[in-house]
């Protein structure tokens, strides 16, 4: 159980476009996804908190125009990397929590998708 | 704000034997969680084990366990009959409880240590 759904798995885009990246939890509820970023070698740096229902809360430093975050339901959160750059590629993962959870539950990750801008 | 440090960016460890990755973190919190997780080659983070801070007990999962030491703010790994498919990224992670609010959830890592498996 609790598997997290992340898509897509790679993705190379133009410089100047948009990409979405969608975070879906497949038999849960979550009420609480984090996006968290990974440069190679590098550990997971969190980028925002998407609630559902609410706005994100993002990590200094991170851009909210740039990185916009949707949490519209309990079961999905895009992250839409807007105006993309070469220096937005990167490694970005999805993680969800059950609602309602004990409060030793672990995030559950997503498989990530790889960025690549040209 | 809570930090957590590897200090082994990489380790290796002979097929069988066993091997211990450090990790300690600061926080002026009394209650939290800990985790190990493993990232693969595949990038999918894998929760290895869990450790509340409230638990005196040392977690163990199987082959994993850790050494917590509340007082010293340390939470090793000590992995048993190492394994081909062991060889990873680990990483240490530290969480607030639940009380803490809306963000609570969330981890933070250290930079992680890449463990080798020698056959």
């Known amino acids: 159980g609790a598997v997290v759904s992340q898509h897509p798995s790679w993705v190379i885009c133009k410089s100047g476009t948009s990409v979405k990246i969608e975070c879906r939890s497949l038999?849960?509820?979550?009420?609480?996804m984090f996006w968290y970023r990974q440069f190679p070698k590098q550990s997971l740096m969190l980028m925002a908190t998407?609630?559902?229902?609410?706005?994100?809360?993002?990590e200094q430093g991170v851009e909210k125009d740039k990185f916009l975050i949707n949490h519209a339901s309990l079961t999905l959160s895009t992250l839409t990397v807007t105006s993309a750059h070469p220096e937005d590629s990167s490694f970005y993962i999805c993680s969800a929590t059950p609602f309602g959870i004990m409060d030793n539950s672990p995030l559950h990750f997503g498989n990530g998708t790889r960025l690549t801008v040209t | 704000a809570q930090t957590v440090t590897q200090s082994q960016p990489e380790m290796s460890v002979q097929e069988a034997e066993t091997v211990t990755l450090s990790c300690t973190y600061d926080?002026?919190?009394?209650?939290?969680?800990l985790f190990w997780y493993k990232q693969p080659p595949s990038r999918q983070m894998i929760l290895v084990i869990r450790q509340e801070a409230y638990k005196q007990q040392n977690a163990t999962e199987n082959r994993f366990s850790v050494n917590f030491q509340k007082a010293a703010k340390s939470f090793s790994l000590k992995i048993s009959d190492s394994q081909l498919g062991d060889a990873a990224m680990y990483f240490c992670a530290y969480r607030s409880p639940a009380y803490s609010g809306a963000g609570s959830y969330q981890l933070t890592f250290g930079k992680g240590t890449k463990l080798s498996v020698i056959p």
């Open positions: 038999d849960f509820q979550a009420t609480t």
């Open positions: 926080t002026s919190e009394s209650d939290y969680y």
């Open positions: 998407s609630n559902e229902g609410s706005k994100a809360t993002y």
